[in-house]
């Protein structure tokens, strides 16, 4: 069983910049593919970025450029660099884990954090 556990949100000017971390329990995580997905009110959940076991990367067009998730095996952590945020990045961000692939890009991972709110506001 993994336990994965968001914190790093918060209040931000637009124009600023965050960093999500993703702490994950268990001894299995160097294994599973990790993925940042995000929710705003009134909108369906998305996917922001993904990142495989071998440290291949994907972005949703929306923050390519802006944004970098990158992982840290030995802290068991997977992070979120979000840099030039705008209103439209504000939401409750959640990190997912799976062994397979194709359901952590879908939103369907096995694995979930409670989520952490990032407000971008002037």
């Known amino acids: 069983q993994v336990q994965l556990v968001e914190s790093g949100g918060g209040l931000v000017q637009p124009g600023g910049s965050l960093r999500l971390s993703c702490e994950a329990s268990g001894s299995t995580f160097s294994i599973l593919h990790t993925a940042w997905h995000r929710q705003a009110p009134g909108r369906q959940r998305e996917l922001v970025a993904v990142?495989?076991?071998?440290?291949?990367?994907t972005y949703a067009d929306s923050v390519k450029g802006r944004f970098t998730i990158s992982r840290d095996n030995a802290k068991n952590t997977v992070y979120l660099q979000m840099n030039s945020l705008k209103p439209e990045d504000t939401a409750v961000y959640y990190c997912?884990?799976?062994?397979?692939?194709?359901?952590?890009?879908?939103?369907?991972?096995?694995?979930w954090g409670q989520g952490t709110q990032v407000s971008v506001s002037s």
């Open positions: 990142i495989t076991s071998s440290n291949f990367t």
């Open positions: 997912s884990a799976d062994l397979r692939y194709r359901l952590v890009v879908a939103g369907l991972g096995t694995y």
